[in-house]
């Protein structure tokens, strides 16, 4: 799938994904999900020629023959890692499942709004000019909060220019991505200033304590990433303070059961959340917009429209409405591909009898 325009971040540039969807039919309904894995392990140690090995070969073999979508986590939580591809099976069988009582996502997961406000992701951009213009086009869009992708290097100024620019009412956050080390404490305090909503992931992914420290010598809050992959890495990071809010990814943290943990976990101890995105096609979207409209999303998410990544989509488009996507209200996930499309995108299939 080619992306508009090519997404570059602190670890590597993108211009397409190679999407790894997954089909699960049962004898009452059929179910899909997508596996957010990138071509390479560069966001994360998976990626998506590995996931679908790992699927083939370990997951689907686990299964239940009863396939209950409560059930996937537990059958498959002996095989280590691989949240990303264990997301993708549950996703799917929970789906069908949901799909053949007739309720929706937004409902099975306790959505409390039919509409979720949306945020964009800016990549880093060749020149302050460039990202001035693209972060004006999405304003025009609608888009409620601006996130913009930092390094060292591409960090102060390029936040700096936004905020003269477009003023002090902008949503405003940023996300290093685990650029930085705690001995750049002293240049991401010149970042309080602009009155960010929130610094994602500053530090390295497995660094609570360092976090934890940061957090001493910031006023900006502190927003956990690539850190957070289950509900008891969640329960670690509020314990030791590293952070005060935690963007939940449900393909990182192996699922939307799991991400329902961790907001569960999340509202009780007063911590924020919103929801991430990782450049979905409508398949994963519609889930995604779902989890969104769960209480203790108060944040704007990453969930923005198909067309800020894709001139065609895999399912119907999402457009942006007054800076919201509705949640989708069908069953199951509440979206199917569009077989034509679909034919024209696909490299590969492969069927698998359980």
Not at 41 to 54: F, T
Not at 281 to 287: F, N, Q
Request: hydrophobic share 45%.
């Amino acid at each position: 799938m080619p992306l508009v325009a090519p997404f570059r971040t602190s670890f590597g540039t993108e211009t397409s994904r190679d999407v790894l969807l997954v089909r699960v039919v049962t004898p009452d309904a059929e179910g899909w999900s997508e596996c957010v894995a990138m071509a390479e392990p560069l966001y994360s140690s998976e990626y998506v020629d590995g996931a679908a090995e790992v699927i083939r070969r370990f997951l689907l073999p686990a299964l239940p023959k009863n396939l209950d979508a409560g059930d996937v986590a537990r059958a498959l939580e002996p095989i280590k890692g691989h949240r990303m591809a264990k997301a993708a099976v549950e996703t799917a069988v929970l789906d069908a499942q949901l799909k053949a009582a007739g309720e929706s996502f937004g409902r099975f997961l306790g959505a409390a709004r039919s509409r979720v406000p949306c945020g964009v992701s800016v990549g880093i951009m060749d020149s302050i000019p460039q990202l001035l213009d693209a972060v004006g086009g999405y304003l025009d869009e609608g888009y409620v909060r601006i996130k913009l992708k930092i390094e060292p290097g591409w960090d102060v100024e390029p936040v700096r220019a936004v905020r003269e620019r477009f003023g002090d009412d902008v949503l405003l956050q940023v996300d290093a991505n685990a650029a930085y080390s705690l001995t750049d404490a002293r240049r991401l305090a010149r970042l309080d200033a602009f009155d960010l909503l929130l610094i994602e992931q500053p530090l390295a992914n497995d660094d609570l304590v360092q976090h934890a420290k940061l957090a001493t010598r910031l006023r900006t809050p502190i927003c956990l990433d690539e850190s957070i992959e289950s509900a008891e890495h969640a329960a670690a990071a509020i314990a030791l303070g590293s952070c005060s809010i935690i963007n939940i990814k449900p393909g990182r943290i192996g699922g939307y059961l799991e991400a329902r943990r961790i907001h569960d976990l999340c509202r009780a101890n007063g911590i924020a959340v919103w929801c991430g995105g990782m450049l979905e096609t409508g398949l994963g979207r519609a889930a995604n917009v779902a989890l969104a409209a769960l209480p203790g999303f108060t944040l704007p998410g990453d969930t923005s429209g198909s067309r800020r990544y894709y001139a065609t989509d895999v399912t119907e488009p999402f457009e942006l409405v007054d800076g919201h996507l509705e949640v989708p209200s069908g069953p199951g996930i509440g979206v199917e591909p569009i077989p034509s499309v679909l034919d024209e995108v696909t490299t590969s299939a492969e069927w698998i009898a359980l």
